[in-house]
């Protein structure tokens, strides 16, 4: 059975930081492609980054600059380092976990993943 699990969300004050982890069980995510996407509610979910096994990475332009990912393959599990947070941030991040082959224009497309976490909450307050 495969299973995503988020931490790293907060609350932490604008111009802050947050790493957000997640851990995959179940599933070889050495060569899969992996994404974080955000929620907020009212919204459509929103890709913020991906990254594939063959290090094909892609950034939101509204985080672009400001996030890193990082990909720990022994302890299969993908990073999100956010930097300078800003209320926009505001979100609940999912993980996502899919095959390998995803196109890039496709990175960003929920339904291009079919394993997913439960998410963690980011909060930034200004």
Do not use: H
């Given at each position: 059975?495969?299973?995503?699990?988020?931490?790293?969300?907060?609350?932490?004050?604008?111009?802050?930081?947050?790493?957000?982890?997640?851990?995959?069980?179940?599933y070889?995510?050495?060569?899969?492609?992996?994404a974080?996407?955000?929620q907020?509610?009212?919204?459509?979910?929103e890709?913020v980054?991906?990254?594939?096994?063959?290090?094909?990475e892609?950034?939101?332009?509204?985080?672009?600059?400001r996030?890193?990912?990082?990909?720990?393959?022994?302890?299969?599990?993908?990073?999100?380092?956010?930097?300078?947070?800003k209320?926009?941030?505001t979100?609940?991040?999912?993980?996502?976990?899919g095959?390998?082959?995803?196109l890039?224009?496709?990175?960003?497309?929920?339904?291009?993943?079919?394993?997913w976490g439960q998410?963690?909450q980011?909060?930034?307050?200004?």
């Open positions: 059975q495969v299973q995503l699990e988020e931490s790293g969300g907060g609350s932490v004050q604008s111009g802050g930081s947050l790493r957000l982890s997640c851990a995959v069980s179940g070889n995510g050495d060569r899969a492609c992996m974080w996407f955000r907020i509610p009212g919204k459509e979910l890709g980054a991906a990254r594939c096994g063959d290090d094909r892609r950034y939101a332009d509204s985080v672009a600059g996030s890193t990912l990082s990909r720990d393959n022994a302890k299969n599990t993908l990073y999100l380092q956010m930097n300078n947070l209320s926009d941030d979100a609940m991040y999912l993980c996502a976990a095959g390998a082959g995803i890039w224009g496709s990175l960003f497309r929920p339904n291009a993943y079919p394993y998410g963690t980011v909060t930034v307050s200004s």
